[in-house]
């Protein structure tokens, strides 16, 4: 009989060093309308990817989120179908989007179809003509995505929190209700885009396998001739947390309780931003975390809790989320409590925190590796009054956090007692876990 001696572990292999960040060729023009064009070369494959940022506010919920999806419906001289056709000749597409502070007009085409595409973009921006057909099928579509999300506990807990924390702040609300949907006409939908379908403030980010000063003069070639001053975007800061008892949500009946924790952040441009990262990290920002490795890996509460910083224009919030077992709601909100307490008071250990550096710093390399991913983060950063050029500037201030940096961070903005936090689950079940740890309010879905 042949014995096999148990194979001993073998230590993993110490981290590389951090490649420089370089940051690529771009170049930027002030269109006479107001528009700001930024280009940025990246010869990566023979593609270019556009984004247009335009500021939008949140006054019209509803048509807001009609308009975004029934934008690229049609022109004078183009039906919907018409406009995918011209964009599939040059190998490419547009989309649109909308978030609490902007719209969003992004596609791709290969180099040689940049003319057209950026053709197609100012027909729609300027001449969109909402059919009523198309609005109709659209909202109806965006209603039913609407009810089915109203129907998920994550977007339920996630509506919760935004109000508990923003109040009466136009981020408080974040989805229309279908019927606001249902009531939205083309009429309005073409006054809205009259209102505010503009290039004043607005922002275009251009990159790909182009020389920039060629992307810019084929931007102004197609756009100068689009018009409009922005009117009445302007945000409101966002109000300061205040912590108070733990807002309860009752959803009869759930088998999970989702958990969710806001904390004070500050925006990218503030000094403590790199340290903050770093931070959030240690605690719960990627799967090497302490929160993960505890009520995850340790105590298996929990599949997946993460938090990550939320940028938004009118100011910033780091937000922790977990969808944990029922039974355990009170157990894994401790733990929670327990790791934002010992890194508000303990710094992290140095071979920790390097891991967090090192991933911090390599994900903003991975980001900016693709078109794709470069021209939604020059974007990003350009709705924020941000360049390329603070991405070195962000990447050589991760690289000087020392663990005390950290911990005063994380001493200013996580501690437990500046938390609000929202739990939606069984009432009935968890109410009492919950009261044992923390004062608690309690409301209906």
Known sequence: MTTTAPATPRALPALGPTRKLKVPKQAERRLANGLTVIAVRRPAVPLVELRLWMPFGRTHLARG?????????????????????????????????????????????????????????????????????????????????????????????????????????????????????????????????AERVHPAEAVLVLVGDVRPERALDAAEQALS????????????????????????????????????IALPAVPRTHPDHAALQLANLVFGGYF?????????????????????????????????AAE????????????????????ASLPPKPDELEQARQYALGTLQLGMSTQAGLASLTSAYAGNGLRLDFLAEHAARLAKATPEDVAEVAARYLAPAKAVTVVLGDADRIEGQLAALTPVRRESA
């Open 65 to 193: 989120a009609v308009l975004s999806q029934t934008i690229l419906s049609g022109t004078q001289t183009h039906t919907a179908t018409q406009i995918a056709a011209e964009l599939q000749k040059v190998g490419g597409g547009l989309s649109a989007g909308i978030d609490p502070d902007r719209l969003m007009l992004s596609g791709a085409a290969l180099v040689t179809g940049l003319d057209r595409m950026l053709e197609l973009a100012a027909d729609v921006l300027t001449d969109a003509t909402y059919p009523a057909d198309w609005v109709g099928t659209e909202r109806d579509r965006l209603i039913d995505r609407i009810q089915v999300a109203q129907s998920q506990p994550a977007h339920l807990a996630r509506t919760a929190l935004l109000k508990r924390i923003y109040g009466s702040h136009p981020y408080a609300v974040q989805t229309p209700e279908p019927e606001q949907v249902r009531a939205v006409k083309p009429p309005a939908l073409r006054k809205l885009h």
């Open 225 to 260: 001739g689009w018009r409009g001053e922005t009117r009445g975007v302007d945000l409101p800061p966002t109000p300061p947390l205040e912590p108070g008892p733990l807002l309860l949500v009752d959803r009869p009946g759930s088998v999970q309780s989702s958990l969710r």
């Open 288 to 320: 090497s975390s302490r929160w993960v490795e505890n009520i995850r890996e340790d105590k298996g509460y929990t599949y997946g809790p993460h938090s990550s910083v939320e940028h938004s224009v009118a100011g910033s919030v780091l937000v922790a």
């Open 324 to 343: 944990v077992a029922t039974e355990v709601t009170g157990p894994a909100l401790l733990e929670t409590t327990y790791e934002l307490g010992r890194l």
